[in-house]
């Protein structure tokens, strides 16, 4: 009998072989856990950052009757688009800052305007 063969019956290529084949078994169960590992680890990160990113961009607003539109900004409004026909009011928080929200059709155009709750600032988006 050969010293250190565990199978006298058999020879070194088998040895070579079964220790090969075992050894594959067990990198592949550990290749595949590794990679759940990973997909699972993607899937916690990709959550964590659609949860962040919706979080930071987040505005609030909300869909107001033209009565509950503070006579300054309803005035402002009035006074740069006098002949607009108005669609629809919003009040918005964007940044920690609040205005409101006109979307419009002027001149055949539609258009979108932010104004401030003091009547001084407006800016247009088409």
């Given at each position: 009998?050969?010293?250190?063969?565990?199978?006298?019956?058999?020879?070194?290529?088998?040895?070579?072989?079964?220790l090969?084949?075992?050894?594959?078994?067990?990198?592949?169960?550990?290749?595949?856990?590794?990679?759940?590992?990973?997909?699972?680890?993607?899937?916690?990160?990709?959550?964590?950052?659609?949860?962040?990113?919706?979080a930071s961009?987040?505005?609030?607003?909300?869909?107001?009757?033209?009565?509950?539109?503070?006579?300054?900004?309803?005035?402002?409004?009035?006074?740069?688009?006098?002949?607009?026909?108005?669609?629809?009011?919003?009040?918005?928080?964007?940044?920690?800052?609040?205005?409101?929200?006109?979307?419009?059709?002027?001149?055949?155009?539609?258009?979108?305007?932010?104004?401030?709750?003091?009547?001084?600032?407006?800016?247009?988006?088409?």
């Amino acid at each position: 009998m050969e010293s250190g063969n565990f199978f006298p019956h058999k020879s070194d290529t088998f040895m070579k072989d079964y220790l090969f084949a075992a050894g594959n078994a067990y990198l592949k169960r550990l290749y595949i856990l590794s990679l759940n590992y990973l997909k699972m680890k993607s899937i916690i990160c990709v959550c964590f950052l659609l949860a962040v990113g919706l979080a930071s961009c987040s505005s609030t607003e909300f869909e107001i009757k033209e009565s509950e539109v503070p006579p300054n900004v309803l005035a402002a409004f009035k006074a740069k688009y006098p002949t607009a026909q108005v669609k629809k009011w919003q009040a918005e928080k964007e940044d920690d800052k609040f205005v409101f929200e006109v979307d419009f059709v002027d001149a055949g155009k539609e258009k979108e305007v932010h104004i401030t709750p003091d009547g001084t600032s407006i800016s247009e988006e088409d």
